[in-house]
């Protein structure tokens, strides 16, 4: 294969391409003519949904990644895992109450966590994630919010999870809860929560429906950011 400086070798599903060296792995992938039905959503590093495993060649090691934020490096073997398939507990959360035993009574395995760190290793967003498993076991919601804020359920550390813990799921659950019961209330969106319910922002939201493409898009770039 004839390669310039500014490209590198990759092998998607086996077969070999060359692919510029600036490009994401899904902007790679879809370079070589792959085309995301399943696996890409934000494409910013938000949803989650383009979990990809990767090796590098004369190497063992298995390595995560997120398709729309890594960068191709020469000699990637690549797979993209369109979905994650793990436990997901059901559960109303009027009726789930914050106690010692929430997170076990919805995520028994939890008790079976080695404290191997895979989960840790596995996670693209370099979250703490045993640590998260470990504050969920001990019933410490405030710490599992906070160690997993940045958490967007990729779902690579329930799959290379041993003890087949979904710490993703257990995290959410954990958030949901000190969101709801714990967290202390903020007045000012409480207010706004209101007077949205009273109707405040109706004829607002009527005009920018009824705005054309461009006025909205001017609206939008001239728009003040906090
Ligand atoms: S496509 Fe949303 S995180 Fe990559």
Request: some cysteine.
């Amino acid at each position: 294969m004839d390669l310039t400086e500014s490209k590198v070798k990759i092998y998607v599903m086996g077969k070999e391409y060359a692919v510029p060296s600036n490009l994401t792995i899904m902007k790679a992938m879809e370079y070589i003519g792959y085309r995301f039905v399943r696996g890409a959503g934000c494409r910013g590093g938000f949803c989650g949904a383009c979990a990809t495993v990767y090796r590098m060649k004369d190497e063992y090691r298995l390595r995560m990644a997120l398709a729309c934020q890594e960068t191709v490096h020469h000699g990637m073997y690549l797979a993209q895992i369109p979905f994650t398939p793990a436990n997901k507990a059901m559960y109303d959360l009027e009726r789930v109450k914050p106690s010692g035993n929430t997170f076990l009574e919805h995520y028994p395995e939890i008790a079976r966590c080695l404290c191997c760190n895979t989960c840790t290793k596995a996670c693209p967003q370099d979250l703490d994630v045993m640590n998260i498993v470990q504050a969920a076991l001990k019933g410490d919601f405030e710490e599992v919010a906070q160690l997993s804020f940045d958490c967007i359920s990729c779902g690579l550390c329930a799959m290379r999870c041993p003890a087949e813990i979904v710490p993703h799921h257990v995290s959410l659950l954990g958030r949901r809860i000190y969101g709801k019961y714990i967290m202390p209330k903020s007045r000012e969106i409480e207010k706004v929560v209101q007077e949205t319910g009273r109707g405040r922002y109706e004829e607002e939201l009527k005009n920018l429906a009824e705005m054309e493409l461009d006025e909205l898009k001017k609206l939008y770039e001239e728009r003040e950011i906090e």
